[in-house]
C-alpha cells in the first residue's frame, strides 16, 4: 500500500516507507518556523562612587591630636566627620582616620591605666602580707656613757687637728669667700676634721655625743662653703671650732694616759 498509513488517533503520521529523517524523535518532527532566542535582560551598571574630598585643615590637626592627645583628636575626628559628609556627602580619609587612630590610642591608654593600677595595689598588697615587721627588728642598744678605747683612740687623733683648726679666722674669711678666691686647702682641713668626727660617732658616749654630731655637721658645711658649693657661713667655723673643744677635752678628762 502507497502513501500514508493509518495511524492509531492522536498520534503524528507516518512517513512514506516507515524511514524516519535522522536526529529526529519518532514521535513527530519539531516545530518548524522562526528561530527563537533567550531572554537578554538589560545591563546595570554599578553606580559610580564619588571619591574622598580633600582633607580640611581641621580634619588634619584633627589627625594629628590622635596621636598626641587621643580623646582630644577622637572627638575632633567625629565632629569632621559629620561636617565633611554634610557638605560634600562623604567624609575625608584623614578624618576617619582620626577616628579610629584616636579611638585605638585612647582604649590602650585606658587599658594600660587599668593594668598600671592594678600592679600598684597588687604590689602594695604583697608589701603589707610579705613586708618586714616593723615590731620584729631587733631595737639598737642604747648609747651608753662608757668611754671606751675606740672612743679615746679617735679623740687622740683629733688632738693634731685642733691647732690649725683654731688659727683660722671665719670673720676674716666671711669677708673673702665668694669673691672668686680658691680656699683648696682649708676646704680639705675642713674635710678631713668631718671625717675625724665620723669616725668618733659609733664609739661616743651618750654625753658627748651631741658635741659630736655638731662637729661633723659644722665641718661639712665649712668644707662646702670654702668650695663655693654653697654661702659661707662664719657660724658654721665656729660652730666646728667650739665642738672640736668639747670633744678634745671630755677624752683629756676620761681618758687614760698610756
Known sequence: MSGTEPTPEGTPP?????????????????PQGPATHAYAYPEHTAPLVASRPAPEALTIVAFILAFVLAPIGL??????????RAARGRASGLAVGSIWVGAAISVLTFASGIL????????????????VDVDSIPEQAPRTDTVTAEFCD?????VPLREPLDSLDAD???????????????????????????????????????????????????AEGFEGAAP???????????????????????????
Do not use: K
Open 14 to 30: 507516518t512517513p512514506p516507507g516507515g524511514v524516519y529523517p535522522p536526529n529526529l524523535p519518532p514521535y513527530g518532527y519539531p
Open 75 to 84: 572627638v575632633l575626628g567625629i565632629v569632621q566627620t559629620v561636617r565633611e
Open 116 to 131: 598600671l593600677m592594678l600592679s600598684f595595689f597588687a604590689f602594695g598588697g604583697y608589701l603589707i602580707n610579705n613586708g
Open 154 to 158: 679617735g679623740a687622740q687623733d683629733l
Open 172 to 222: 676674716g674669711y666671711a669677708e673673702h669667700v665668694g669673691d672668686g678666691g680658691v680656699y683648696r686647702a682649708e676646704t680639705e682641713f675642713m674635710i678631713e676634721l668631718a671625717t675625724a668626727g665620723e669616725s668618733l660617732w659609733d664609739s661616743a658616749p651618750s654625753s658627748i655625743i651631741g658635741s659630736v654630731e655638731t662637729l661633723i655637721d659644722a665641718s661639712w658645711y665649712s
Open 232 to 258: 659661707f657661713d662664719p657660724q658654721d667655723l665656729h660652730d666646728a671650732q667650739s665642738a672640736a673643744a668639747e670633744v678634745t677635752d671630755f677624752a683629756a678628762a676620761h681618758c687614760t694616759t698610756p
